[in-house]
Every structure is written in C-alpha cells, then in structure tokens.
C-alpha cells in the first residue's frame, strides 16, 4: 500500500526518487518551485528541461536531477485557472497523472508533488488539492505496487491545509 502523506518544507531537499517541478511550458526555471528547483539543481537542469520543449499543459516531462538529492525531475505544465469552467480541473488532473506516470516508467518508488498551478497560475488551493490528491488515490488504486510513498509538498499554510484536508477526506 501507497504511504500518502503531507510534507511542509522545501521540496528540493527531499531524498525521494522524483520531485515534481511546477513548470511553465517553455519548461525554464520560472517562478516559486520551479525556480527554487532549478537554482538546487544548478544549470545543467536548465538545459535538460528546455531540450525537452514543447511540453503542454495537462503533460509532463522528465530530466535527472543533477545537483538534487531526487535522481529525477518531472516537469508538469499545470493549467492557469480562469473560470473554473474551461476544463481546468480535467487539465490538472491529466497533469497530475503525467507526472506519476513518468515517475513510475523509471522505476521511481517514492514521489514528492507540490501544489501544481496553485500559485501563479492561481488555481484555488482547496480545489487544486482535491485534484490531485483524488488523481494520486485513483492512481495508486490503478497501479497499488508502483509507488510506495508519495509526498505532498508545500511551505505555504494555506496550501498544507488544503492538502491536509483533501488527504483526511474519505476517498
């Protein structure tokens, strides 16, 4: 069985096989996690993430981890919220599953998410966390021997109560 749990710090620190990187879709160290990433990662994260443009929303890609502890980084391009309307939440989803799907092809056990689109992109935090806490229970239901943790992470109280909340929730 899958450990899910919340984790409050800083994800570029975390000894797991994968963390995920928020990205934009040019894939470039950006803002919030992905630029915390990239500045512990160091340049040649840089290069391996833009080679791998053009990475849309809803999808992910995947470079090594070079100056991390993780041996890889997915790169998800979450979506920006704008109505709530537009298929925003189907796009997170989708983003989420990348991601672990990626994760899983490299034989990843252990998986650290931040609160994709939830910054930035300005996707509410309380709906963001219910995504993709679903999509990793729905996942790991799928997939029960592929991962044996994963982690979601964030520094920010807002979103560690959201995800706090969405993982406390029955499934």
């Known amino acids: 069985m899958?450990?899910?749990?919340?984790?409050?710090?800083?994800?570029?620190?975390l000894d797991v096989d994968v963390i995920?990187?928020?990205?934009?879709?040019?894939?470039?160290?950006?803002?919030?996690?992905?630029?915390?990433?990239?500045?512990?990662?160091?340049p040649?994260?840089?290069?391996?993430?833009?080679?791998?443009d053009p990475v849309g929303r809803g999808d992910a890609g995947?470079?090594?981890?070079?100056?991390?502890?993780?041996?890889?980084?997915v790169h998800a391009v979450g979506p920006v919220f704008v109505t709530g309307k537009m298929g925003e939440d189907k796009v997170l989803a989708r983003t989420y599953r990348r991601?672990?799907?990626?994760?899983?092809?490299k034989g990843a056990r252990s998986v650290a998410l931040p609160a994709i689109?939830?910054?930035?992109?300005?996707?509410?935090k309380g709906l963001a966390a219910q995504i993709a806490v679903a999509t990793v229970r729905a996942?790991?239901?799928e997939w029960p021997d592929a991962l044996d943790q994963v982690l979601f992470v964030a520094t920010g109280g807002d979103n560690?109560?959201?995800l706090t909340a969405a993982l406390s929730a029955q499934p």
């Open 20 to 42: 995920v990187n928020a990205a934009a879709p040019g894939l470039g160290s950006g803002t919030g996690v992905s630029r915390a990433i990239h500045d512990a990662a160091g």
């Open 160 to 162: 560690i109560g959201a």
């Open 117 to 124: 689109s939830t910054g930035a992109y300005r996707f509410p």
């Open 2 to 13: 899958t450990d899910l749990r919340v984790h409050q710090g800083d994800i570029t620190a």
């Open 139 to 141: 996942f790991v239901a």
């Open 44 to 52: 040649d994260l840089f290069a391996a993430a833009t080679a791998l």
């Open 62 to 73: 995947i470079t090594p981890g070079f100056g991390l502890k993780a041996r890889w980084v």
């Open 99 to 105: 991601a672990l799907e990626l994760a899983v092809e």
